[in-house]
């Protein structure tokens, strides 16, 4: 996924001369072409992210579209008043760029675990948060941003995943009954469309575009549904869990919902995401059981 | 505005500069109608402010020009002076700075990029700098090197990281049209600066941070524009320490503390206003 998003961005520098991409001393491999290429158009900035940022935003300053890349708890938190007040205040059209997602890290530890990054950053009001699940919607993302000219935030999975094939901001899989709707995004997605595989009544709704959400869309997915479970890789309070409660009290959605994923923070070493995909219950089987659990009382 | 005489111990051109006594007197009628604070941050910072506009073409900050020189205002809290000052040169209408602070005015007490003149909102320290950095470098990518970037901070604001990580890139880059002027005023938020992180000695702090680095009067505007002028001959950014008082000017709040935080009473304001108009009439 990574490469794609960096490859959409190479190709709208050769046409767009306001493209400037910047890095915080990350990508090895796949950053260099930029610097080869565009080298007044290109930073490494070091191992610097609140200069990252304003360093951007005064790029805005001089009428260039900065893209900013490093990896996605260090470019949230670790500058989070620069996002507040040198993008967020001022509308600026910046890209942040965040590699990595959930467990995507998952034996370098908490600190480099992602999941608290698009939740914090929904606290703000106007940028806009993206999570591809596909390289179909990879594809078209930058472009897409390009000519929304608003703040935004790229969550980038790791892998490299073909479903759902579109380029919609949110995608349904309809299943044979409307028992059962899973919803998700990023990697986790890729979890609920194996579940859809096992038992084919399962629904699953793709989210790509994390924020806005589509009212009029997002009603029509949740409608009918008599139970609406979020599946996702990062805590569910302040992620897509917490979204979908602000929709549902405030929309005619009378399925029940119910939130799987991390609730906290953790020093235990898995080696790989499935360790903790399966610790916190968002694996093919857990999910499996949770729907199979409910169906049975 | 007032024709200013060049001196023997400069080499800037004779300029049309602002009066410092008028930017002073237009900066406490804008604090006294509003009772707002930072008294002592905008009066030691009104020097370098019509220094900074001096040193670059106003003209094109008036009309928003692309190729403009940008002027910084890392300091935020110094809204006042440099509303005022903008005022004084004509980039910002001179009834607006009545609506300083009050309710509905666009004039806040940090510098808003909503304001004509203003390049970003600032308020929050060490962001400015940062910003400016960018500035700089896209100023250098659209190939207009000549332009300047000035950007004001405070030596309390220094303290933050933020300013270090734009220092270590800007040398890195041999960014040398980016300037930036530290309020050296002594003074942070609630005591001396020196009581707080003793950052003496300040020059060569910079300077190890391989910057090339000037210490001027920060009172005499004809010093601080010489400096601008002697680092831009060079190849590396610069740092002008500006050895500034906080509260310059008003005689009761000159190194005071307090007057980071306290408004003006009637009687304080036509106390200040009375001095500057003895020093106008000296």
């Known amino acids: ?297 | 505005m007032q024709t200013s005489t060049n001196n023997s111990t400069t080499s800037v051109p004779v300029l049309q500069l602002v009066d410092p006594n008028a930017v002073r007197r237009s900066v406490l009628t804008m604090l006294y109608r509003a009772k707002a604070s930072h008294l002592g941050s905008n009066m030691s910072a009104i020097e370098m402010l019509i220094a900074m506009y001096a040193s670059v073409d106003c003209e094109k900050i008036r009309k928003q020009k692309s190729d403009r020189s940008r002027i910084l205002i890392s300091k935020g809290h110094c809204a006042a002076a440099t509303y005022a000052t903008l005022a004084h040169y004509g980039i910002l209408p001179m009834h607006l700075l009545e609506t300083y602070h009050l309710d509905g005015s666009k004039l806040a007490g940090h510098v808003s990029h909503t304001v004509e003149g203003v390049e970003h909102s600032t308020g929050a320290l060490g962001h400015g700098i940062n910003v400016a950095l960018g500035c700089a470098m896209g100023l250098r990518s659209r190939g207009h090197v000549n332009r300047l970037v000035l950007a004001l901070v405070g030596d309390g604001e220094i303290q933050e990281g933020s300013i270090w990580e734009a220092m270590m890139f800007a040398v890195h880059l041999k960014l040398n049209n980016f300037i930036t002027l530290v309020d050296n005023n002594r003074i942070s938020s609630i005591t001396n600066t020196e009581k707080v992180i003793d950052m003496r000695p300040l020059k060569a702090r910079f300077e190890g941070f391989g910057l090339n680095v000037h210490e001027v009067d920060g009172h005499d505007v004809l010093a601080i524009m010489s400096a601008i002028e002697q680092i831009q001959k060079d190849n590396l950014p610069g740092v002008i320490i500006c050895n500034t008082i906080k509260g310059y000017g008003v005689p009761f709040a000159e190194w005071q503390p307090m007057w980071h935080y306290k408004s003006l009473t009637e009687d304080q304001y036509t106390e200040a206003i009375d001095h500057l108009d003895r020093l106008k009439v000296a």
């Open chain 1, 1 to 297: 996924m990574r490469g794609q998003i960096i490859d959409s961005i190479f190709d709208q520098m050769k046409t767009n001369p306001d493209v400037f991409f910047l890095t915080a001393d990350m990508g090895i491999g796949l950053v260099e072409k930029f610097e080869e290429n565009y080298p007044n158009r290109f930073s490494n900035v070091g191992i610097a992210e609140q200069n990252l940022v304003g360093i951007s935003a005064g790029l805005v300053n001089l009428g260039f579209r900065p893209f900013a890349y490093t990896i996605s708890n260090f470019i949230i938190h670790r500058c989070f008043e620069q996002i507040r007040n040198d993008i967020g205040l001022h509308s600026y059209p910046i890209t942040l760029l965040g590699t990595s997602t959930g467990f995507d890290n998952a034996p370098l530890g908490p600190t480099h675990h992602i999941v608290d990054d698009w939740g914090t950053l929904k606290g703000l009001p106007n940028i806009d948060i993206y999570c591809p699940s596909s390289l179909s919607y990879a594809a078209n993302l930058i472009e897409k941003i390009i000519q929304a000219g608003r703040p935004a935030y790229i969550r980038i999975p790791k892998g490299a995943h073909t479903e759902p094939d579109s380029e919609e901001n949110m995608i349904k899989l309809r299943g044979e009954s409307d028992d059962v709707l899973l919803v998700s995004y990023g990697n986790p997605a890729q979890l609920c469309i194996e579940v859809r595989k096992e038992d084919p009544r399962i629904s699953v709704l793709v989210i790509n575009r994390l924020r806005p959400l589509d009212d009029l869309a997002l009603s029509e997915a949740l409608d009918l549904h008599k139970r609406i479970i979020v599946v996702e890789d990062h805590f569910p309070h302040s992620g897509l869990f917490g979204s979908i409660c602000e929709f549902i009290a405030t929309h005619p959605i009378h399925g029940k919902i119910e939130s799987l994923g991390p609730r906290s923070y953790t020093f235990e070493v898995g080696t790989s995401p499935e360790y903790f995909y399966k610790k916190y219950g968002i694996d093919v089987t857990s999910i499996l059981e949770v729907i199979n659990k409910k169906d049975d009382k």
